[in-house]
């Protein structure tokens, strides 16, 4: 059912086979990549499948390793999912705007059409029934952002399920917030449904946005076309040690989402006691979305201060809202300080 969703060049695709990956078994002497035999650290090429990583990946998120791909960014992912199932000019990709802007542009550089059907305006949850009428034989991919991106909410559980349910194309459930949520990852799906791919991240919750990579979940079918277009080595040795590093430390991260929705809290409480502060959205995630009367002003107003905030009142259904990203004790505090002089 899912080679049926493949692009014809994909399946026919012959993949480049790399030295390290010709070779199995044990050995000492390595003459077979051009690489240098000085030994710097790093003079040899990564390992292609990243196994040692995944193996601690694969009993962190209860998912076996098979069932496992990490790419250079989520990013990474996105862009290898558009190109293995969207024939350009042909097929198109169903996304539920407000949400994370990659999905568009990624299929803008393939030259995949979008469509929209926006969430439902206040609450942002998705229209199920209007999502899978627009769901015909070319709606190749479906992004559901959730905890989504602007808005911070979650999308509910039975809504969920029954897109991944009762969409014929490939389900990608975003879920780069997850660990600052209540709910459940829909890892717990993957056994259910081969068209389902959970995409998750060291950026947002480890702390690590600076290594790029990213984690893709799903049915091994899936996995071994995402293996077969990724570049051979496309997580570098760098970033494979360090998340290995990190994962070996997961109660620091736990500490840090614990903190980080302590100040989430907080980070409300100050916000709802400005007069022009109108509206803050429920949030699953590091951020909150925020209404204000006045956006680009008190944007422009904190930028002065030297406060970066994101303004989103031009996105459709986040009119006048400001997206602001939870930070340490003392980046709140000055936030709040520079907003209570705000006239
Ligand atoms: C930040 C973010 C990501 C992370 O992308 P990376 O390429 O892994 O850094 C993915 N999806 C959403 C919705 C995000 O907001």
Known sequence: MIQQLVRSNILQLKPYASARSEFTGQAEVFLDANESPFDTGYNRYPDPLQHTLKASVAQLKGVPASQIFLGNGS????????????????????????????????????????REVPLQPGSFQPRVEAVLEAADEHAKLLFLCTPNNPTGNSFRPELLRELVQGFPGIVVVDEAYIDFSAQQSCTHWLSEFPNLVVMQTFSKAWGLAGIRLGMAFASEE???????????????????????????????????????????????????????????????????????DG?????????????????????????????????????????????????
């Not at 198109?92 to 990624?106: A, D, K, N, Q």
């Not at 930070?327 to 936030?335: A, D, H, I, K, Y």
Request: aromatic share 8%; hydrophobic share 45%.
């Open 222 to 292: 899936i996995i071994g076309y995402l293996n077969k277009v990724k570049p051979p080595y496309n997580i570098n040795q760098l970033t494979q040690e360090v998340a290995l590093k990190a994962l070996q430390q997961a109660e620091a991260q736990q500490q840090a989402v614990q903190q980080l929705l302590g100040q989430r809290t907080l980070l409300q409480q100050y916000l709802i006691s400005l007069p022009f502060v109108e509206r803050i959205y429920p949030s699953d995630a590091n951020f909150l979305l925020v209404q204000v």
């Open 75 to 114: 990013d990474e992912a996105i862009d290898l999912l558009m190109r293995i199932f969207c024939e350009p000019g042909q097929d198109h990709i169903i996304i539920l705007p407000p949400t994370y802007g990659m999905y568009r542009v990624s299929a803008a550089i393939a030259g995949v059409d979008v």
């Open 295 to 343: 956006p680009r002003r008190i944007y422009d107003y904190l930028v002065a201060r030297g406060i970066i905030v994101r303004d989103r009142s031009q996105v459709a259904l986040c009119e006048g809202c400001l997206r602001i990203t939870v930070g340490l004790p003392e980046e709140n505090e000055r936030l709040f300080r520079a907003l209570v002089e705000y006239e």
